[in-house]
């Protein structure tokens, strides 16, 4: 099984500033399967990124991903209020499909 | 627009079973693999099961293998997941979620989702 290591457990900042999200894998994601996922309290999940890099449907282009292998980032930006929430990665290479324990995006 | 409804959660004692259920719409139902994922209070996304178009092909989280059953209706565009033997620590929020893309493409379940639904609750209480 892959375990996902987010990092930090916590981000705190200011709307407009930069967020930069890590996901770290014990063994080398497959095809770079990495998916990025926003989820609010009470609401679904949202797939954000897929593929590492690709931007879901709706997504603004504030949002991206990048890294391979055992290495993964989320960058949003700049921030609106809107983007505060918990951030979780999953990687979908090999079952079982497993997910990151979750970065809290809150405001400063 | 794609519209899942989970239902069936409830309080429930250990031992106990459920049957969840979520009811798909705004999609082709039968072009797409469904899954559950659930979220134990205060914790993460755990990924739970996954089900090709015609139930033919089955995936899961080999802690739950033997309790948990996953099936699909695509008379009735519905997904299910059959809970058996339950634990306290099967106490989440089930959701249910939507391949992102048609199984045509890949040739089976490609794993990340781009539709979920709001959630059923589960509670088990000893």
């Known amino acids: 099984e892959i375990v996902l290591t987010q990092s930090p457990g916590t981000l705190s900042l200011s709307p407009g500033e930069r967020a930069t999200l890590f996901c770290r894998a014990s063994?080398?994601?497959?095809?770079?399967?990495l998916a990025w996922y926003q989820h609010k309290p009470g609401q679904a999940p949202r797939l954000v990124i897929f593929?590492?890099?690709s931007r879901a449907t709706g997504i603004p282009d504030r949002f991206s991903g990048s890294g391979s292998g055992t290495d993964f980032t989320l960058t949003i930006s700049r921030l609106e209020p809107k983007d505060f929430a918990v951030y979780y990665c999953q990687q979908y290479g090999s079952s079982p499909y497993t997910f990151g324990q979750g970065t809290k995006l809150e405001i400063k | 627009e794609v519209h899942l409804v989970e239902s069936g959660g409830g309080l429930v004692q250990t031992g106990g079973s459920l049957r969840l259920s979520c009811a798909a719409s705004?999609?082709?139902?039968?072009?797409?693999?469904m899954s559950w994922v659930r979220q134990a209070p205060g914790k993460g996304l755990e990924w739970v099961s996954t089900?090709?178009?015609?139930?033919?092909?089955?995936y899961y989280a080999d802690s739950l293998k033997g309790r948990f059953t996953v099936s699909r209706d695509n008379s009735k565009n519905t997904l299910y997941l059959q809970v058996n033997s339950l634990r306290v620590e099967d106490t989440a929020v089930y959701y249910c979620?939507?391949?992102?893309?048609?199984?045509?493409?890949?040739?089976?379940?490609?794993?990340?989702?781009?539709?979920w639904g709001q959630g059923t609750l589960v509670t088990v209480s000893s």
């Open positions: 089900l090709n178009d015609n139930g033919g092909a089955t």
């Open positions: 063994q080398s994601v497959s095809s770079s399967y």
């Open positions: 979620a939507k391949d992102h893309w048609p199984l045509i493409m890949f040739g089976g379940p490609i794993g990340h989702f781009d539709s």
């Open positions: 705004g999609f082709t139902f039968t072009s797409y693999a």
């Open positions: 593929g590492a890099s």
